[in-house]
């Protein structure tokens, strides 16, 4: 798997807060070993990586952590069982309360790239906050507003095909797993250039025994 | 299990788009029976409830969806299983990405009594978003500032208890499953108060093999 990026030099991940916590859940008795051989394959170069009994945090550069936080997915999928994963990403406040971030800081854009496929099909419910507190949104000069922030990322998501429809406080994504976490990521990012603190959380599922279309037809 | 609600009349919780998701899931091979199990017993009475492969949607009263979604997680991780469960709770804003409800609405002050104990132990990741766009906060005349307002949830979590720490992107709550979505349920409301749309997540473990204190230390 590889994510191509464009980054500016400064500040760096940790002094903007970027990073992910991971939940990966195996529908399986021997979801231990599933686990850490997920965990123990995948490439955790240039990360800060803390477990404990609900979760794993993942720090650094938003390619890094991508591209972690993917392969781990992808492991524990691999392994044929029924697998949910909640994913959260934030950037532009590190703390749990605390912010010395200005809520105008201007922040790098990045943007990642398609990943390489992984083969494994996700469907997903993917929601968005960009916690705006109503600073201006920089370089456009438009009021804050969280909503239109937010259809600005459902638009990036149709235009790569991973988009299958609205749910109560969610898009739902369907697609190879790659594809749907690069979405995830370039929507953040894409809202991250004009408001700095923004977070998304995605609920996927592989695997499942249950098929059930978005029309809710279960096939 | 009961709650105990203190609530206006109008508007409805369809109206101001008050609900859930709700995706629980159970690392052993047998998932299937639990998870129904757990479903069948729980009290959906007064909710629209409608499940796909990724999450299942619940909507109605705030405090019919916390007796639910309690049920169902105490339901499937009384079977000793280790279950990881993650819930959204979101009100203030029926849509994906339409929003019909002012920033400034009023919305009516709801209460959440402490739930009988379920005898079960959670360990939990909070994270609360009050999504203000700017408008300022109701009833105090205060500026907007998210990280006031979780600050403020965070002291009612001290307050009863749960609190178990800060983590990065989240606060760490620990008890009784019955107290620790008390909490959580009851941050989001203190907040929805004054900010007219506010989400939260959680993610919920339980029977988790590897029981690792707040100090990194693993027992």
């Known amino acids: 798997m590889s994510f191509a990026v464009t980054e500016a030099t400064t500040p760096t991940p940790a002094q903007l807060g970027v990073g992910a916590r991971l939940s990966v859940a195996v529908m399986d008795s021997d979801y231990v070993r599933i686990l850490l051989a997920a965990l123990d394959r995948a490439d955790a170069s240039g990360l800060e990586i803390s477990t404990d009994e609900i979760s794993t945090y993942v720090g650094g550069s938003e390619i890094d952590v991508l591209r972690y936080v993917t392969q781990v997915i992808a492991g524990a999928a691999s392994s044929s069982a029924h697998v949910s994963a909640q994913l959260l990403l934030s950037r532009g406040c590190p703390g749990?309360?605390?912010?010395d971030l200005s809520p105008t800081a201007a922040l790098p854009a990045v943007?990642?790239?398609p990943a390489a496929r992984t083969g494994i099909r996700a469907a997903a419910?993917?929601?968005?906050y960009p916690l705006t507190d109503g600073a201006p949104t920089r370089s456009e000069g438009l009021e804050p507003d969280h909503m239109r922030d937010i259809a600005a990322a459902v638009e990036l998501a149709r235009s790569t095909g991973t988009y299958a429809g609205s749910a109560h406080f969610a898009t739902r994504l369907d697609g190879d797993l790659a594809d749907v976490l690069s979405t995830v990521a370039s929507g953040w990012l894409?809202?991250?250039r004009t408001v700095a603190h923004v977070t998304t959380h995605v609920t996927l599922s592989m695997n499942s025994p249950t098929?059930?279309?978005t029309?809710?037809?279960i096939r």
Chains 1, 2 share one sequence.
């Open 211 to 213: 098929t059930v279309a």
């Open 111 to 113: 943007q990642v790239s």
């Open 125 to 128: 419910h993917w929601s968005l």
């Open 96 to 99: 749990e309360v605390t912010c």
């Open 190 to 192: 894409l809202v991250g």
């Open 215 to 217: 029309d809710g037809a």
